[in-house]
């Protein structure tokens, strides 16, 4: 099992910056797959970027040149530093982990709990 614990929402004025940070913990050594999700009220939970082990990442459309995801292996932690945000960047982030190298939601094997993040304008 492995257990994501995520940090680092809060509320921010339009165009200000938040780092997100999930700590895995548990069996992170199986881990490959890392990404944060986001899902907005009344909206279905989107992939806003995603890490592999590898270092290979992939962003969302709406957030490429703003987000940067990164992973420190050694602290089994990843990071999503999230710039120029928009009021349309509000949700719920939630932090998620996969064994392999999986591209779609349902593939993710470990979910965290969820931070809130809100962009005022």
């Known amino acids: 099992q492995v257990q994501l614990v995520e940090s680092g929402g809060g509320l921010v004025q339009a165009g200000g910056s938040l780092r997100l940070s999930c700590a895995a913990s548990g069996r992170s050594s199986s881990v490959y797959t890392m990404a944060w999700f986001r899902q907005a009220p009344g909206k279905d939970r989107e992939v806003v970027a995603r890490?592999?082990?590898?270092?290979?990442?992939y962003y969302a459309n709406s957030v490429k040149g703003r987000f940067t995801i990164s992973r420190d292996n050694a602290k089994n932690t990843v990071y999503l530093q999230m710039n120029s945000l928009k009021p349309e960047d509000t949700g719920v982030y939630y932090c998620a982990a996969a064994r392999g190298p999986v591209t779609r939601s349902s593939e993710y094997d470990y979910w965290g709990q969820g931070t809130q993040v809100t962009v005022s304008s």
């Open positions: 890490i592999w082990s590898s270092g290979g990442t």
